[in-house]
């Protein structure tokens, strides 16, 4: 516990607190000096007179020992290799060439985590883990989650170099984290989301906080980023078919009326337009009478889909782009000719035009 007073990972507050828990005080030796976790070194530790605790990732602190000119003893590596395989994280724990035994911390993956990954997966998005963890641990737990892949045993570096090397290869990169040693990740991420239980260092470094600091926060954040996109793409698709269809529908009946364009003056039917007048709309006047009357019928009946959103499924880009076409692309072509055509015909019975 003494080594883990200067470890500021969840890891090392979970060792000091499980102690504490046992009523156990945990309080700095007089006189001590505390070696703070880092991520280049991998283990925390104190010393205090002719003691060297440390407390870290069993491949350091068995090198540590090693390099003390003792060699670890077998049973200190079966302990740690099946901690490892069980989804285990085993820090090795050591009083300067002496090893006194292994922690097991055990991540415990909450209800229900994988399917929200399989939801990512739905969604296009391909997850993957990155830790400190040695790779045993690292596949059991990727393995247990769901997630597609995991870099084990990363160091800030390699988090950023990962990062970038995805966003070489033209992809839109998303990371949660939230130590110290995932803030240059989350700065270099096109989208960096802290927990809020992490440090401040991660918080700084993220675009937003997570204030539940849960990781699959991604799925509502990408959710309703999606939803905002479609909706807006959606009406546009619809207001520019709508358009086109719509003129199409109502000039050749323009034409028609034009004098200019008749073989027989007063005759519409005459115009060398009236071909294209398939919707055989009544008169140039009842025409663009009923284009105004659709386009305020039509603003009235979006106004409810802007306000609520285009719903959205998990689904691939290419396959909702593909739905959204076909139902808004396709249903701004066809409403006017529709519309136009009814309310036409409702206009000529009432002789507005």
């Not at 996109?229 to 546009?236: F, K």
Request: with cysteine.
């Amino acid at each position: 516990a003494l080594a883990s007073l200067a470890d500021e990972t969840p890891e090392g507050k979970s060792i000091v607190a499980l102690v504490e828990q046992q009523g156990v005080r945990v309080e700095p030796l007089p006189g001590a000096t505390f070696v703070p976790f880092s991520a280049r070194t991998r283990m925390s530790g104190v010393d205090a007179g002719d003691r060297c605790i440390r407390k870290g990732a069993s491949d350091t602190v068995m090198a540590l020992v090693r390099a003390g000119g003792t060699e670890p003893p077998a049973k200190l590596k079966e302990l740690v290799d099946a901690i490892a395989q069980a989804g285990g994280t085993p820090l090795v724990v050591a009083d300067g060439a002496r090893p006194l035994g292994v922690i097991y911390l055990k991540d415990t993956v909450k209800p229900g985590m994988s399917e929200r990954f399989e939801r990512l997966r739905a969604m296009g998005i391909r997850t993957v883990m990155i830790t400190g963890d040695n790779p045993l641990t690292a596949a059991t737990i990727a393995k247990e989650a769901g997630v597609d892949d995991f870099l084990a045993e990363a160091t800030p570096e390699a988090k950023l170099a990962y990062i970038r090397k995805m966003q070489e290869g033209g992809r839109l990169v998303a990371m949660t984290g939230d130590g110290t040693n995932d803030a240059p990740a989350l700065a270099q991420a096109d989208v960096g989301v802290a927990m809020n239980t992490g440090t401040q260092a991660a918080k700084e470094a993220g675009n937003m906080v997570d204030l539940d600091s849960d990781p699959t926060k991604l799925i509502e954040v990408v959710e309703i980023g999606k939803q905002l996109l479609m909706t807006r793409g959606a009406l546009t698709t619809f207001s520019i078919a709508n358009d086109v269809a719509k003129y199409f529908s109502i000039l050749p009946a323009i034409f028609t009326g034009l004098v200019a364009f008749q073989t027989t003056a007063g005759e519409p039917s005459s115009s060398a337009f009236w071909s294209l007048n398939v919707m055989r709309l009544g008169s140039p006047g009842s025409a663009i009478l009923s284009a105004v009357i659709f386009n305020a019928l039509v603003i009235i009946a979006l106004v409810p889909l802007a306000l609520r959103g285009v719903s959205y499924r998990p689904l691939p880009a290419s396959a909702l782009l593909s739905r959204n076409l076909l139902v808004y692309g396709a249903g701004g072509v066809v409403a006017p000719f529709v519309a136009i055509k009814l309310i036409d015909v409702v206009v000529r019975a009432l002789h507005l035009a």
